[in-house]
C-alpha cells in the first residue's frame, strides 16, 4: 500500500514513521503552499471551509508522488468535518484517480468497521511491535511539539531571529528525508541543541500570548500565515492552545475522561457555553479565560472564514473580553487572506499589549 494523509502540523513526522513499521510505503505530501491550497479550491465547493481545500491539494499532490491510499480522521461532530470524507471520497473519485480511502471513525461510531480499518493498517505486524510502535510514534509526537514549542521561545529571545529559522526550516528538511525512530528522535535532539547554544537577550521581557480557535489552523503553519514566527519576530513567546500532543491526551491516553488541561477550558467555558458546539469553539472560549488567568498578555483567535464553531466562539468571546478584562484579538483566514494586512494587525496588537503593559490602556 502507498499511503498518504494530509498534512496536520508536524503529527505527519510520526505518522510516517508509525506507517512504515506496519510494512507501508508512505507518501508524505509536500509541504502546504500556494499550489496545495490553489488546488484543492479550484477542485472544492466554494463555501468549505479552508482546512477541507488543504485537504483536498493535499491529495491530489500525494497521488501525483504515487499514492493509492489516503487516510484521514472522521468525526461525527456537528461542524463541516462530519461531511470531509464523504465529500472529498466523492471528489477525488469524480476527478479520476483510482485510490482507496481508509476513514478512521472513532469506535463509538461501529466497532467491526474501526476493526477492519485497523487491520487493514497494521496488516501483520505483531501486537507487541505494534505497541511499541505506538508508543515510540507517541514520544516523537510529543518530542516534535517540544521543539517547535522551544523553538518559539528562543525565537522571542534570540539576538539573531533568523537562525532560529533557519535551524527550524533545516529541520522539516532532514525530517522527510529520513526514516525510523531513533534517526528521527536523534534529529529532533540535535536541532534542540542547536537552538540552545543560540545568542539570546536575557535581560529582554517577552510578552506571551496564547493562540486559541481551530485546531488545523493553530498547528498548521502554512494556513495561519506563519503567525508564531511573525510574533516571535515582534518579540512575543506563543503558545498553542491546541497541539497534535494535547489533542492525543485527551482524546486516546486519558480516553474516557479526557486530559486535566482540556476539561480545564470546559470548565471555563461553562458560564458562556454549556455544550459541544461542533470543532473546538467551546475550547477557544475556555482558553482565553484559561490565558488569561495565567498572566498572558493576550490571546489571538484565529479561523478559517465560515468556520462555524469558531464563529459562534468570536460572538461569544466579545462577552468574555469585557468580563475579563483580557484582549483577544480574532484574525479570518482564507485563500483570499493578503500578508501584508496580516502583518498590519499583528504589530498593531503588539503595541497594544505592549502599551497595557505599560498601563496606558485598557480594554472595553
Ligand atoms: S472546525 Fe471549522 S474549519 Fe474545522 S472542519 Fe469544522 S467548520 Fe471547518
Redesign the pocket.
Known amino acids: 500500500m502507498k499511503i498518504s494523509f494530509p498534512h496536520f502540523g508536524n503529527a505527519y513526522i510520526a505518522g510516517k514513521v508509525l506507517l512504515e513499521e506496519c510494512g507501508h510505503t508512505v507518501i508524505t505530501p509536500p509541504v502546504c503552499s500556494r499550489s496545495t491550497l490553489e488546488l484543492g479550491t479550484s477542485k472544492s465547493p466554494e463555501s468549505m471551509?479552508?482546512?477541507?481545500k488543504i485537504f483536498i491539494g493535499n491529495y491530489i499532490e500525494s497521488i501525483q508522488r504515487g499514492a493509492d491510499t489516503i487516510l484521514l480522521t472522521g468525526s461525527c461532530?456537528p461542524?463541516?468535518?462530519g461531511f470531509?470524507s464523504y465529500m472529498q471520497k466523492d471528489i477525488i473519485k469524480k476527478l479520476g484517480y483510482d485510490v482507496d480511502f481508509i476513514v478512521l471513525e472513532s469506535f463509538k461510531e461501529g466497532i467491526p468497521q474501526f476493526s477492519k480499518n485497523i487491520k487493514r493498517l497494521i496488516g501483520s505486524v505483531s501486537p507487541n511491535k505494534l505497541l511499541r510502535s505506538s508508543r515510540l510514534a507517541l514520544k516523537l509526537i510529543k518530542s516534535s511539539d517540544d521543539l517547535t514549542c522551544l523553538s518559539n521561545e528562543v525565537r522571542a529571545y534570540a539576538i539573531d531571529k533568523d537562525k532560529v529559522n533557519f535551524i527550524m526550516d533545516s529541520f522539516y528538511k532532514d525530517a522527510d528525508d529520513i526514516h525510523g525512530f531513533n534517526q528521527l528522535q536523534n534529529l529532533i535532539n540535535d536541532t534542540e541543541r542547536q537552538l540552545r547554544t543560540l545568542k539570546i537577550n536575557r535581560n529582554f521581557k517577552p510578552l506571551r500570548v496564547g493562540l486559541i480557535g481551530?485546531?488545523?489552523?493553530i498547528i498548521e503553519p502554512f494556513i495561519n500565515l506563519e503567525v508564531e514566527r511573525k510574533l516571535g519576530y515582534l518579540g512575543v513567546i506563543v503558545e498553542k492552545s491546541l497541539t497534535p500532543t494535547k489533542w492525543l491526551e485527551h482524546h486516546i491516553l486519558s480516553y474516557p475522561f479526557g486530559s486535566k488541561f482540556e476539561n480545564e477550558k470546559y470548565s471555563l467555558a461553562r458560564p458562556y457555553i454549556k455544550d459541544m458546539i461542533?470543532?473546538?469553539g467551546r475550547e477557544t472560549v475556555g482558553s482565553a479565560i484559561y490565558y488569561r488567568n495565567k498572566g498572558f498578555d493576550g490571546a489571538i483567535q484565529i479561523?478559517?472564514l465560515?468556520?462555524?464553531?469558531?464563529i459562534v466562539a468570536k460572538s461569544v468571546l466579545k462577552r468574555v473580553v469585557k468580563d475579563i478584562d483580557f484582549p483577544v484579538m480574532t484574525l479570518v483566514v482564507d485563500e483570499m487572506t493578503g500578508e501584508a494586512g496580516f502583518n498590519t494587525r499583528l504589530e498593531a496588537y503588539v503595541d497594544l499589549l505592549y502599551k497595557r503593559r505599560r498601563g496606558e490602556m485598557i480594554i472595553g
Do not use: K, V
Open positions: 471551509c479552508m482546512p477541507f461532530g461542524c463541516r468535518y470531509y481551530d485546531i488545523y489552523t461542533g470543532g473546538h479561523l478559517p465560515n468556520c462555524m464553531p469558531e
